[in-house]
């Protein structure tokens, strides 16, 4: 007979093998005797409870490592629901449930769906949860319903709050502001608490909404995100016991919430229905690359809307680096008829188009200057698409410029304090939750769409909004922001449904706003304004670790932001300035007409490679085999695995820094263990070996020179 224990080893054995096949393996199980609710996603298990009429969450982590099963008897009973209305808790004997109900809105996925009243105030509170496919991700989105004949203030309302189990636990975010991006920070999770957040408007400037925690003692790897593209606050906890010195017997708490306007309350209308932002979460008994792994196929299969357009992702060229705002068409012609011949397959014309004398200003008035382009944009877009290459346009639809006549028209459509449009750097922005703002963005972008036979639009964001906003008084109703957020965010879905073969970026002075909420509504992003190839390295580190590689878009520009390359350099450090963007899409922007031809020719060679390898990028497991290098100064070696779940196929990617031996080993992940590969090194075969000896013997890499770089793909043996 077999142990309780033994039972859940076979059990997560089997949600493995199912999490193998399609993404078919989520389910919800209703245990009516134990009064549970059991999801199961991919290997791992979130299992809720009414406990004496109090929903609390029973177990949440690999399904191999439940204990006690099904039998109703958890060692931990953990609160489902936190949060204060009119001075009400909203957890607790406070919410009785009054319905529960499931459903599959698509292959893979299951839905449970919790509505829960309250004893004393008229509100709702429906909790759905979602198990998405075999990726091992869960999601919880709260909805709140004003029942009553009066508004009700929503002190607190948390999108997720977690519960998790005793022990020592390792904390890990990321952080970062202009140009710095992306940064993983690792430190002990002592006692006491730890706070995140933002309240600059930008939700990733400064940290991001994204946390992962390991518990060192029974090695289970948590990891959650919020997505949510307005200002956010998250907090963790680990709390001392009744002995003071002992930090292990109280669990640790992690929560994450919008962040309403003033950092006050939410005021909700009599009948009114408020959604929060949706939670994402998931665990592993594997390490960090194992948990976000499983998010990153979350986010590939079920939120980052598919482009056929964008995949297998293309190579860009960008105008901006060589000529920052000044663009004009005999300069663009020169620079297309180079980014062509490289292999370029989108030619992006960047700020600068439209402007008399400050871009900046002067944006909203997005007619072509008549000095620049004499016979408008259309001239240039013929010519790139004679060439072969899709043409792009950048714009910033949020904001108006203080100089422009947009501004001098329609100064009302912008958000305000005080009685007067908030100014910040040069412009203000509007306000998208106003149907006349999205009336007028809709008509620019199917101007410009049309008349310029447009592929691509990179939309950029370059304010910090803040927190504060009219009306501001007694009865503010404190979701401001998060109105415009959410009104942005369809309105980016109906310029997609409008023109589905064009190829939406998102762009905020670099990454400054990029998240799960916002990259569920366009196609790829802009890493980072910083495109030094050194400092490049930390940033497509850091980016591969809370997203999928495709959407992570970043260019060489070359030895300096003007686009200028160093032609006495040597071959090994251009070929380093290349590949260091390589690490999701890829792109240039740099004065491309002044390269001598040994350069001209590294960079086809360069765009030919990432050519043969971006499909496995673009759908990859990623493996960082090294720790994230210093985003100044990074010294040892970084590499980057990329492995395809679709055929097995890997693609190593290895840089040598500075004050680094010329030799290093790398054990490979994620391949079969059995089988034969093939084994590439900048396109030339070099070696085969089996799986099993790439994992545990590893493959050595050398490189002669400092600041070099190279690429090996490695190929299942037919």
């Known amino acids: 007979m077999r142990t309780r224990s033994q039972v859940w080893q076979i059990v997560g054995s089997l949600f493995w093998l199912l999490g193998s096949m399609e993404a078919v393996a989520a389910g919800i199980e209703h245990n009516v005797a134990h009064k549970t609710w059991t999801l ?73 769906t919790l509505t829960l009243r309250h004893k004393r105030l008229p509100l709702d509170i429906v909790a759905q949860y979602t ?122 708490m992690l929560s994450m919430a919008m962040h309403w306007d003033f950092g006050g309350s939410l005021n909700l209308a009599r009948g009114a ?33 598919q482009s056929h357009a964008n995949r297998p992702p293309l190579v860009q060229f960008n105008s901006w680096y060589p000529f920052q705002g000044k663009a004009s068409l005999g300069d663009m012609e020169r620079l297309a008829d180079v980014a062509s011949t490289l292999g370029a397959e989108v030619f992006v014309l960047d700020a600068g188009w439209y402007n008399h004398t400050d871009w900046s200003k002067e944006l909203g008035d997005y007619e072509p200057d008549p000095h620049a382009f004499p016979h408008g944009l259309e001239e240039l877009s013929e010519y790139v698409r004679a060439r072969k290459m899709k043409f792009g346009l950048w714009m910033e639809i949020e904001n108006i410029g203080l100089e422009s006549t947009m501004f001098q028209k329609h100064s009302d459509w912008c958000l305000a304090y005080n009685g007067a449009p908030i100014r910040q750097a040069n412009r203000c922005q509007l306000d998208f939750s106003k149907p006349e703002v999205r009336a007028w963005a809709t008509a620019t972008v199917d101007r410009l769409v049309n008349k310029y036979k447009l592929s691509w639009i990179k939309i950029d964001y370059n304010i910090d909004i803040g927190d504060r906003f009219d009306p501001h008084g007694k009865n503010r109703p404190g979701d401001v922001l998060a109105q415009h957020v959410k009104h942005y965010y369809a309105w980016l879905d109906t310029i997609r449904a409008a023109h589905p073969d064009l190829i939406i ?64 350099k040597t071959p090994g450090w251009w070929d380093f300035m290349f590949r260091a963007p390589m690490n999701g899409q890829f792109g240039i922007s740099s004065r491309v007409f002044d390269w001598n ?14 050519k043969q390898v971006r499909q496995t990028i673009a ?11 210093a985003h100044r100064n990074p010294t040892g070696w970084m590499a980057i695995e990329y492995v395809s779940p679709a055929n097995g196929d890997s693609v190593l990617m290895a840089y040598r820094l500075g004050t680094s031996s010329a030799e290093n080993v790398f054990h490979l992940r994620g391949l079969d263990e059995q089988a034969m590969y093939d084994i590439s090194e900048d396109g030339r075969i070099v070696m085969h070996a089996v799986g099993s000896k790439l994992a545990k013997e590893g493959l050595p890499v050398r490189l002669g020179d400092e600041w070099n770089a190279t690429v090996f793909q490695i190929k299942k043996h037919l």
């Open 619 to 629: 759908g990859a497991d990623v493996y960082h085999l090294t720790a994230e290098p």
């Open 40 to 112: 199961t996603s991919g290997a791992e298990m979130y299992q809720l409870a009414d406990r004496d009429g109090v929903l609390s969450v029973d177990y949440f982590g690999p399904a191999a490592g439940a204990p006690n099963g099904a039998s109703g008897t958890p060692t931990l009973v953990r609160q489902e629901l936190v949060g204060e209305a009119e001075g009400q808790t909203l957890s607790g004997n406070a919410m009785r449930l009054v319905d529960e109900k499931t459903n599959s809105p698509a292959s893979g996925v299951q839905v449970l």
């Open 273 to 305: 229905t408020y959604i929060l932002p949706k939670a994402a979460f998931t665990a592993s008994s594997g390490d960090l690359d194992d948990v976000t792994n499983q998010m990153h196929s979350y986010q590939r299969q079920f939120v980052f809307p």
């Open 505 to 568: 970026e998102n762009c905020s002075s670099g990454a400054l706003r990029m998240d799960t909420g916002m990259l569920a509504h366009t196609h790829t992003n802009w890493l980072s304004d910083n495109v030094d190839p050194i400092e490049s390295l930390q940033l497509g580190f850091g980016c591969t670790i809370q997203f999928s590689p495709e959407v992570c878009n970043h260019w060489m520009v070359g030895d300096n932001d003007r686009g200028l390359v160093d032609l006495k």
């Open 131 to 252: 198990a998405w496919g075999d990726t091992g991700v869960f999601t919880r989105e709260i909805t709140l319903k004003n029942t009553g004949d009066a508004a009700i203030e929503v002190a607190s309302a948390l999108s997720l709050s977690l519960e998790l189990p005793r022990g020592g636990y390792t904390l890990r975010h990321l952080y970062g502001e202009w140009g710095e991006e992306h940064q993983l920070a690792t430190e002990t999770l002592n006692g006491g608490g730890r706070s995140f957040g933002s309240a600059s408007g930008r939700s990733t400037n400064g940290f991001a909404p994204w946390i992962s925690l390991r518990n060192e003692d029974d090695k289970t790897e948590y990891l959650a995100e919020l997505a949510w593209s307005g200002n956010w606050d998250m907090r963790v906890s680990r709390q001392p016991g009744t002995e003071p010195s002992v930090l292990r017997e109280q669990p640790v």
């Open 597 to 610: 031809q040994p350069l001209k020719e590294r960079a086809a060679e360069n765009i030919v490679l990432y």
